[in-house]
């Protein structure tokens, strides 16, 4: 059993920042690259960041490009997402998400529980 765990969500003022954390836990498994996703209120989930556990690559949403940095921790196989200069667009519930095989949502083989982000205008 795989398990990733988010913490760091919270309420923020426009102009702010948060801190997402999301830590892997339970048998081995293998991992091409670890992202985030989030979702809004009656909108689909969308892609936020990933990085590719080999080397380090990231990408991001155009929406949050300059804003948001995704980072790594291999040895305990846990990544963050550092958000700054948050939006009340990106308000939302975000998803840690892991893939054997690439970056798009339904190469995600395990999911987080989401952690709520709010930035209140």
């Known amino acids: 059993q795989v398990q990733l765990v988010e913490s760091g969500g919270g309420l923020v003022q426009a102009g702010g920042s948060l801190r997402l954390s999301c830590a892997a836990s339970?048998?081995?498994?293998?991992?091409?690259?670890m992202g985030w996703f989030r979702q809004a209120p009656g909108k689909l989930r969308e892609f936020v960041a990933a990085?590719?556990?080999?080397?380090?690559?990231?990408y991001y949403a155009d929406s949050v490009k300059g804003r948001f940095t995704i980072s790594r921790d291999n040895t305990e196989k846990a990544v963050y997402l550092q958000m700054n200069s948050l939006k009340p667009e990106d308000t939302a519930v975000y998803y840690c998400?892991?893939?054997?095989?690439?970056?798009?949502?339904?190469?995600?083989?395990?999911w987080g529980q989401g952690t709520q982000v709010t930035v209140s205008s």
């Open positions: 998400s892991s893939s054997p095989t690439g970056l798009g949502y339904h190469q995600q083989d395990y």
């Open positions: 339970g048998r081995t498994f293998s991992t091409y690259a």
């Open positions: 990085i590719v556990w080999r080397d380090g690559s990231t």
